[in-house]
């Protein structure tokens, strides 16, 4: 694998020494294909500015339709796995809804950030080897008196591997109060755990319940 990257990166960086740019492009295009089919869309996301952009933008969008009205108080974003790095990506400093928030600065919701199975410790791991922006230190500040977050994870999932690191909680600038962190048991199985959270009736699913009713069980 090592070998067919080295190749790789060979191939798509001579023609743009040899001022080949359209052959570049479309090699650049033919490995990108390559690294979400084999190597994984977190790769890409984090290497690829505009291309997370573009992802967290559908979150962006709804959660800035949910801001500016309804006849609602709470917002709860439910995000499995690598999704809880777009959750909160979209929730941190110098985002679109960072900006809507300092031009509105009452929105007056709450918002519930629910982590299920996080890939946001894998991530960070692979954001400290990169040139990536990714992962921005805080959650947005303007925000952080309204956001909760509850984070759930399975002692065998290894995609979590434990709770959110330590660094990363201290770094997102909410209180002790305002993050809850769960142990979950689901199947005790290390290749089926990551997704049994959705069939955990008695742990997993009164959690979710009790988020979107805005930490009350109905």
């Known amino acids: 694998l090592f070998l067919f990257f080295l190749i790789s990166w060979a191939v798509s960086f001579l023609p743009n020494v040899l001022g080949l740019g359209t052959l570049s492009n479309q090699l650049e295009g033919l490995l990108k294909g390559f690294l979400v089919s084999n190597v994984g869309d977190t790769k890409v996301y984090v290497e690829h500015g505009l291309w997370a952009a573009n992802v967290r933008r559908v979150l962006e969008e709804i959660l800035l339709d949910m801001l500016k009205g309804g006849d609602f108080e709470d917002i709860t974003v439910i995000c499995h796995s690598w999704g809880a790095v777009i959750g909160y990506e979209a929730l941190s400093q110098g985002g679109v809804v960072d900006e809507f928030v300092s031009k509105n600065p009452s929105p007056g919701k709450k918002i519930t950030l629910v982590t299920v199975g996080?890939?946001?410790?894998?991530?960070?791991?692979?954001?400290?080897?990169?040139?990536?922006?990714?992962?921005?230190?805080?959650?947005?500040?303007?925000?952080?008196?309204?956001?909760?977050?509850?984070?759930?994870?399975?002692?065998?999932?290894?995609?979590?591997?434990?709770?959110?690191?330590?660094?990363?909680?201290?770094?997102?600038?909410?209180?002790?109060?305002?993050?809850?962190?769960?142990?979950?048991?689901?199947?005790?199985?290390?290749?089926?755990?990551?997704?049994?959270?959705?069939?955990?009736?008695?742990?997993?699913?009164?959690?979710l319940v009790r988020a979107i009713n805005g930490g009350n069980y109905p």
């Open 118 to 207: 996080s890939g946001l410790n894998r991530t960070l791991q692979m954001v400290a080897k990169s040139r990536s922006s990714l992962t921005k230190p805080r959650l947005t500040r303007r925000l952080i008196p309204s956001i909760f977050w509850l984070n759930l994870y399975s002692r065998y999932d290894p995609v979590p591997a434990g709770p959110i690191d330590s660094a990363l909680i201290a770094q997102s600038g909410l209180p002790k109060a305002s993050i809850k962190q769960s142990r979950v048991v689901n199947l005790d199985d290390l290749i089926n755990d990551h997704g049994a959270y959705w069939e955990n009736k008695d742990l997993v699913a009164p959690r």
